[in-house]
């Protein structure tokens, strides 16, 4: 029993379960135990609610039984027409996907339950099994204990019955004739009774067997189900021996994942830095580039002036080359030598323009000062700088060049460690795969859907080949009622010939039958008609005979048409009904989706309050770690005070027995040796002594005392210790299940969202073919209509011809009652001819 509650003021709707078997869920979450009253629980729109679970029963015939329980997603409405609010379409509700494969914790806890229910289901199999033998025995010793009684009864009434025919036998006096037929009353008595015996015996031997047999399946069954749940129980804990090594084995590969995710991370960081480095490098080389480019033009401009120069000082050779011709020949050879160095310096001037054109313009040099004056620079200096600017070149590139093995390196380091990151991707897939395969058993309603549908389709494709059927079935009975309606045209005219051919005259004969040739040349080209008219009825009647055969013909293919017209409407019922299945499933299987989106919401609840939780435990355990390390410390500290105390007492003790020991001795020798002549000083050391004594007896009980404190100090302490280390072990295990939970919880959300998108594609496929099945039904809907529009018109030809049939039978049933009239007189006659000799028979004469 469930109980709404609808609070007013703030227009809130609650739900309670009132002491329910199988109890009442929200969003599968169930409200309280079985046979307990919850409290009531606020219910917003959009949720799923559950009364009861699915219960499987055994048949008398062996056959299960399925009890469904009811599921329902509720909309809820205020008094006004709005719809309650809607907690799911909130955008408090955020979806984060977490990365990884995981488990999912739901999947888990539904294989728990469905453990339970299995211990639940075979306890009370059990418990039904040990009541069945019960009853059965029961009934066997109360079916021994009546049968007997039986027996005794049957016995007891024979012998009675005996008793009472011999008294009767014996108190008359019979004839001969009389016992006689006594004995053989008697003898058929005595048969019948054995016959009734042997028959009742029979009903015994059978009902015992059938009671055995019955007897024999239920061990039967029974010793099958036992056997069935062991076969379970050794599955369940060969799935969860399974499913605990899967989850350490996923574990140690989530540790694998992690310090391959840190070294990648490591490893990127470190490119990163030399990516950073090598653009800082190339920055700088690209702003000396711009400084060497921009000395180049300045030396490029100083090579034209330095040129121009080279182009007067050759055409002032020139000049002075003429002014020594016209000079004296003794000048010659002097005036040979000017022109040797002169060209040797103007070769030389040419070289070094050729290198500076030929040098690179595009090196990496350092920025060096250049002289602004033409006339300090000397091509020495120049073919310097030049060598040093290709020195330069030749360090930035092989600099360039060490980076980029550098990057090239560090790039091979991050290739492998994605390579070992997939490589644990993959370890991973696969264990989840075997996980999988082992929730496969869980996910048979998904195989359950896809065989709906490839059903459907099938359906679809049959509905559509009985469509191409039935047209061509309509085709042929269109064909039918032509004929059909040309024969029967052919047969009201043949027979207003007929009419006419009795009434007209012999003379009127040959028109008659020269129309008559020509309307059946139209119809039949086989009737050739004589003159005479015995000869013409004669052929008119063979016509009708077979116009009739044709008309029971089309008759025939008309009653297969309306059969086939039947399997069509019952195809097209069929498959309107597999639409509407899809639509459920296709409904249910958006409440799935909705239900695997609140779970989604509530494992995140559940994550924040785990975290929540951790960090109290967390806090929990420092406290106790330090309660842990004082108390300890304490205890050691009292214990060595203990044993320092203990040492001391044993001193003490000691050094009483040597003083007891040495004033025996001394009052001994004091009685021997000064008896007679110091008597006070005897008593003086004794009294010293004495009082050292007991000052040392106060301080031994004193010392006792505080060992035994010390001592109950340390018991108090070594229980809080062994108190505060059950804590501390009871928190690491809460530790170690919240750490669990929230692996599970953190990995459960990227499985609902992967089966999400494919419950997503599932039911788009399903929408699409539900569209193409909308269209398909609206085609068969149309062809529907036209099929029952020549229905129609045939059952009005089928009543016609069924009220004539009527008519025939009532005809046919007047005259059989006519045709029995004179029978019913013969025999009445009979009778009275023969009642005087039965009379005499019977002796019933007056």
């Known amino acids: 029993m469930f109980l709404l509650v609808i609070s007013l003021p703030m227009i809130q709707f609650y739900l309670q379960d009132t002491k329910s078997s199988n109890g009442t869920f ?35 015939r062996g056959e299960k039984i399925t009890h469904g329980c009811i599921i329902a997603t509720i909309t809820l409405f205020h008094p006004d027409g709005r719809e309650a609010k809607n907690i799911y379409t909130d955008g408090n509700f955020t979806n984060t996907v977490t990365p990884g494969f995981t488990i999912q914790s739901q999947e888990l806890y539904q294989l728990a339950q469905y453990l339970q229910e299995a211990l639940h289901r075979e306890k009370m199999l059990e418990q039904k099994f040990s009541t069945l033998q019960q009853l059965l025995n029961n009934t066997q010793e109360s079916s021994e204990d009546g049968w007997q009684a039986l027996i005794d009864e049957d016995r007891l009434l024979s012998r009675l019955e005996v008793l009472e025919n011999q008294l009767h036998t014996y ?32 009903r015994v031997l059978q009902e015992k067997l059938e009671a055995v047999r019955k007897l024999s399946d239920l061990e039967r069954s029974l010793h099958n189900t036992e056997e069935e749940c062991t076969h379970l129980k050794d599955m369940c804990e060969k799935s969860q021996e399974e499913l605990q090594q899967l989850a350490e084995k996923y574990q140690d590969q989530l540790k694998e994942v992690s310090n391959i995710q840190g070294q990648l991370q490591d490893a990127e960081n470190s490119h990163l830095e030399e990516r950073e480095k090598f653009d800082k490098e190339k920055t700088d080389l690209m702003e000396k580039i711009e400084d060497l480019m921009k000395e180049e033009s300045i030396l490029s401009a100083k090579m034209e002036a330095l040129q121009s120069d080279n182009d007067i000082a050759r055409e002032e050779i020139a000049s ?5 011709e016209s000079m004296k020949e003794p000048n010659n050879h002097e005036k040979d030598l000017d022109e040797k160095t002169d060209d040797d310096e103007t070769e030389d001037k040419n070289t070094d323009e050729k290198k500076l054109f030929n040098s690179d313009t595009s090196v990496i040099v350092k920025s060096k000062i250049i002289p602004t004056s033409l006339k300090d620079l000397d091509p020495e200096e120049s073919e310097n700088k030049l060598k040093e600017l290709h020195y330069e070149i030749e360090k930035y ?70 469509d191409v059927q039935l047209k061509e079935s309509h085709k042929q009975a269109d064909g039918s009622n032509t004929l059909i309606k040309s024969l029967q045209d052919r047969v009201v005219s043949l027979e207003s010939e007929l009419v006419n051919m009795q009434t007209t005259d012999k003379a009127d004969m040959t028109v ?19 003159d005479s008219g015995l000869e013409d009825d004669d052929n008119l009647k063979e016509l009708l005979r077979e116009a009739r055969q044709l008309q029971k013909r089309a008759e025939g293919e008309l009653t297969k048409c309306k059969e086939q017209l039947k399997k069509a409407e019952t195809t097209t019922k069929e498959v309107k009904q597999q639409i509407l299945d899809l639509r459920d499933q ?77 004033r025996s001795r001394e009052s001994h020798h004091a009685r021997l040796t000064h008896s007679d002549s110091h008597p006070g000083s005897h008593t003086s050391p004794n009294v010293k002594h004495r009082a050292d004594f007991a000052a040392l007896k106060d301080e031994c009980a004193s010392l006792r005392k505080r060992i035994q404190a010390i001592e ?38 990227a499985v609902w969202r992967s089966n999400m998108t494919d419950s997503q594609k599932e039911t788009d496929l399903a929408k699409q073919e539900l569209c193409e099945a909308h269209e398909e039904i609206a085609s068969l809907k149309s062809q529907c209509e036209t099929y029952s529009v020549k229905n129609g018109e045939l059952k009005s030809e089928i009543a016609n011809m069924a009220e004539e049939y009527k008519q025939l039978s009532d005809r046919s049933k007047v005259l059989s ?26 002796g019933t004469t007056p």
């Open 712 to 749: 109950a100090e340390m018991k108090m302490s070594r229980k809080e210790n062994l108190q505060l280390s059950s804590e501390y072990n009871k928190l690491q295990e809460s530790y170690k299940q919240l750490e669990a939970l929230k692996q599970k919880l953190e990995t459960k959300e």
């Open 26 to 60: 929200i969003n599968n979450q169930r409200l309280c135990k079985g046979g307990e009253e919850s409290s009531p629980r606020e219910a917003y729109s959009g949720d799923h609610i559950q009364f009861g679970v699915d219960v499987m029963e055994n048949n008398r």
């Open 171 to 202: 108190s008359k006096n019979h004839s001969e004739d009389a016992l006689r037929q006594e004995v053989v009353t008697l003898q058929e008595e005595k048969l019948q009774y054995e016959t009734t015996a042997k028959e009742s015996l029979r």
């Open 397 to 466: 590139k092989a600099k360039m060049e060490v980076s980029e093995t550098r990057l090239k390196e560090s790039g091979d380091k991050v290739e492998q460690l994605q390579k070992d990151l997939e490589i644990a991707q993959l370890d991973t897939r696969q264990y989840v795969a075997k996980i999988s395969s082992l929730e496969e058993k869980l996910k048979l309603s998904d195989l359950h859907m896809n065989q709906m549908m490839e059903n459907t389709m099938s359906d679809l494709k049959s509905a559509v080949i009985d």
């Open 586 to 662: 296709l409904l249910e299987e958006q409440s799935h989706t909705k239900t695997n989106q609140e779970d989604l919401v509530l494992t995140k609840k559940n994550l924040e309050q785990e975290k929540s939780k951790h960090k109290d435990t967390r806090k929990e355990l420092e406290e106790a770690k330090r309660t842990l390390s004082e108390t300890q410390q304490s205890a050691k500290q009292n214990h060595n005070e203990s044993e320092q105390l203990k040492n001391k007492v044993r001193h003490l003790q000691e050094r009483l027995d040597l003083d007891r020991k040495e």
């Open 320 to 324: 002075l080359k003429e002014k020594l």
């Open 512 to 530: 008659v039958a020269s129309s008559f040739d020509q309307t059946l040349s139209n119809h039949l080209d086989d009737s050739d008609l004589t």
């Open 817 to 842: 009652f006519c045709s029995s009239i004179p029978l019913l007189m013969l025999l009445f006659a009979v009778l009275v001819a023969l009642y005087p000799t039965l009379a005499q028979i019977t």
